[in-house]
């Protein structure tokens, strides 16, 4: 089992960017892919982004394409989450999750069953 911690939420307004963290520990982090998911109030919890083991791949959901950009740092056993043009939509909690699996590509791992260790989450607000 891995135990993640977020950090980097808050409130921001609209337009406004902010860089979310998650440390790993417990397991070989560099050997897992990892994954970034958000759950807004009322409504269930949606994938956001997933970058490869390696680093070498990443893949985002169509609603947050082009603003986001996920990153890892294998050394620091963080993965981290930059979201710039924010907007009220993207209001949520975030949360980052580990692959149950070592070594998959991010082809295979982008729904929440794919993932087996979870953090608490971080709220992030965006005012408008």
């Known amino acids: 089992q891995v135990q993640l911690v977020e950090s980097g939420g808050g409130l921001v307004q609209a337009g406004g960017s902010l860089r979310l963290s998650c440390a790993a520990s417990?397991?070989?982090?560099?050997?897992?892919?990892m994954g970034w998911f958000r759950q807004a109030p009322g409504k269930e919890r949606d994938f956001v982004a997933v970058?490869?083991?390696?680093?070498?791949?990443?893949y985002y959901a169509d609603s947050v394409k082009g603003r986001f950009t996920i990153s890892r740092d294998n050394a620091k056993n963080t993965v981290y989450l930059q979201m710039n043009s924010l907007n009220p939509d993207d209001t949520a909690v975030y949360s980052c999750a580990a692959d149950r699996n070592r070594f998959r590509p991010v082809t295979a791992a982008r729904d929440l069953a794919d993932f087996g260790s979870w953090g608490q989450g971080t709220q992030v607000t965006v005012s408008s």
């Open positions: 417990g397991r070989t982090f560099s050997f897992y892919t």
């Open positions: 970058i490869s083991w390696s680093g070498g791949g990443t």
